[in-house]
Nanobody, 125 residues
Framework: QVQLVESGGGLVQAGGSLRLSCAAS????????IGWFRQAPGKEREFVAS????????YYGNSVKGRFTISRDNAKNTIYLQMNSLNPEDTAVYYC??????????????????WGQGTQVTVSS
């Protein structure tokens, strides 16, 4: 069974940092693009960041650019999202997603066919 499992979420004060992890099991996604998305209550799912198969190309949503960094460790089949300078507007459930067929990164959620269950990030003011 193929699974993506996010971890690292929690409660943090504004200005703080968290690092989310997305661990894949059941198959390797080393040759595939990975994306991070988030969804706050009452809002649509929002693109956060994506990374291509090699880790060379990365893309960020405008609201997180300069504060968040996506990276991957293919040896561990794990993708990371380092989040700095967090503010209350970053409060959401964060999801990682994988494209099982493509290695190019995308901002579009429909591009990804495997999704994790999400991890809650709450930023207090």
């Amino acid at each position: 069974q193929v699974q993506l499992v996010e971890s690292g979420g929690g409660l943090v004060q504004a200005g703080g940092s968290l690092r989310l992890s997305c661990a894949a099991s059941g198959r390797t996604f080393n040759g595939n693009a990975i994306g991070w998305f988030r969804q706050a209550p009452g809002k649509e799912r929002e693109f956060v960041a994506s990374i291509n198969w090699s880790g060379v190309s990365t893309y960020y949503g405008n609201s997180v650019k300069g504060r968040f960094t996506i990276s991957r460790d293919n040896a561990k089949n794990t993708i990371y999202l380092q989040m700095n300078s967090l503010n209350p507007e970053d409060t959401a459930v964060y999801y990682c997603a994988a494209n099982s067929k493509g290695g190019l990164a995308s901002r579009l959620p429909n591009y990804y066919d495997y999704w994790g269950q999400g991890t809650q990030v709450t930023v207090s003011s």
